[in-house]
């Protein structure tokens, strides 16, 4: 069991660290840029962005869960419908972005009481990045096949040669070409592009001799539709109340100021550094539980998801003890600015229990999307949020002030990581996993 996770495991981290990794490289050449409203535009418009494309973070999380118990199930035909069903509704989904780009540029900039120049470089950043939804959105179903397929090599590659083409064309762009968020803002839209191409490609390599003449009635039957969009509601709903949460917490670091706001932008990504390791062996989880669940095998269920649960535990204890070590030296690798470092290292204790305490709730996402019971995740997701998120904030902010977004955030995790244990024995291990 412990190699079969370690093969899907590990190019699922490199692939993911490679993730924040863009991110961190973006904040650390925007934060040494002469103005500090420059690093809170890029966490504003970031956040955008997790609003609108993690909104349809649906089209790699069900996809995967889905393809996976149809593969364990051997049945090929259904897993190609599903991917071909799922770029379908991708296409016409970045087509709704495109259209309605400007209210929600608009709506999203009312919520966020920002600073005027950190509102004017959200709005350049903004216009540029968001046509890369169509291929966004694509990649989101191709990548979320491939690891439905058992096969996390293809999204590996995939990411990667997207972040460092990313990377790289933000580097020209910025200290070249003497550009600012916009230049981020079109490395970023060039690379998505480039990294579909790659995807078809590899896609093709691989699964394209198969001619299976799917008709468009296939791709829209009704019942099939059905539990489609059953899942992926659940997962959707799961999703817009964990972007809901980063949104808040910038927004309320805008409102306390750009130094406090860019402090809060370089912990995030140290968190995102963390949390995208630890989701290496939680896209393991998704594989191995949908594959497990179509084969109807419960006992290899049961050693997938322990087995997956103690490697992120182990994980998280390492980052724990990382950020522990190495804080000011990490932070520091971000920014030059000592305004900046010093409020971040007040909260800093925050950060550096994250990787243990959220690696729990993480590995369960694995297994209950791979289970496909994702109404399960929704409610979870919607009693961290009303009952614990928001209450702990509005508690604790009057005397805790910045420390109080950071309680909050880590009861959020813990909360939805003792809510998904408890659901599990009748989720996961029961007779039946349901989308209710």
Not at 191 to 210: E, T
Not at 217 to 232: A, G, Y
Request: net charge neutral; hydrophobic share 55%; charged share 15%.
């Amino acid at each position: 069991m412990n190699r079969q996770i370690l093969r899907l495991a590990i190019p699922n981290i490199i692939s993911n660290l490679s993730v924040p990794l863009l991110g961190a490289v973006d904040t650390a050449v925007v934060g040494r840029l002469e103005h500090v409203y420059y690093l809170g535009a890029i966490a504003v418009g970031s956040i955008i962005f997790d609003f609108i494309f993690w909104g349809f973070g649906f089209l790699r999380m069900g996809t995967t869960g889905m393809v996976a118990q149809a593969y364990g199930a051997q049945e090929e035909r259904k897993t190609r419908i599903i991917l071909f069903r799922v770029l379908l509704v991708a296409a016409i989904s970045s087509a709704f972005i495109l259209l309605i780009q400007y209210p929600l540029i608009e709506a999203s900039l009312f919520l966020v009481n920002a600073s005027p120049e950190v509102e004017e470089y959200t709005r350049l950043y903004y216009h540029i990045r968001i046509f890369a939804a169509p291929a966004t959105l694509a990649l989101f179903g191709l990548n979320g096949w491939f690891l439905g397929m058992q096969n996390s090599t293809y999204p590996m590659i995939v990411t990667i040669f997207l972040n460092i083409v990313n990377i790289i064309l933000n580097l020209i762009f910025v200290f070249r070409f003497n550009m600012t968020v916009d230049g981020v803002a079109t490395g970023s839209l060039i690379a998505s592009f480039l990294a579909l191409i790659l995807a078809i490609i590899l896609y093709k390599k691989k699964y394209g001799g198969m001619k299976l003449n799917i008709s468009l009635d296939e791709l829209i039957e009704t019942q099939e539709l059905k539990k489609f969009f059953s899942v992926n509601r659940d997962i959707v709903i799961r999703t817009l109340c964990l972007i809901f949460s980063y949104a808040f917490f910038t927004a309320k670091s805008a409102e306390m100021g750009d130094v406090v706001l860019a402090a809060n932008t370089i912990l995030l990504q140290m968190w995102y550094i963390s949390s995208y390791g630890t989701d290496g062996f939680a896209y393991a989880a998704e594989s191995l539980v949908g594959r497990f669940k179509g084969a109807r095998d419960n006992e290899q269920l049961k050693a997938a998801v322990k087995a997956n649960m103690l490697w992120g535990l182990a994980l998280g204890l390492l980052g724990t003890t990382t950020y522990a070590i190495f804080d000011a030296e990490i932070i520091a690798l971000f920014t030059d600015k000592d305004n900046v470092i010093a409020v971040a290292l007040t909260v800093v204790i925050w950060l550096i229990a994250a990787p243990l305490v959220n690696s729990v709730c993480f590995i369960w996402d694995g297994v209950y999307i791979g289970a496909t019971a994702t109404g399960a995740m929704r409610n979870s997701m919607l009693i961290a949020t009303i009952l614990v998120f928001i209450p702990v904030y509005y508690v604790s902010e009057p005397f805790a002030g910045i420390h109080a977004l950071w309680m909050a955030m880590t009861a959020f995790m813990v909360a939805r990581g003792v809510i998904l244990t408890l659901y599990a024995p009748s989720r996961i291990f029961g007779s039946t996993a349901s989308g209710t």
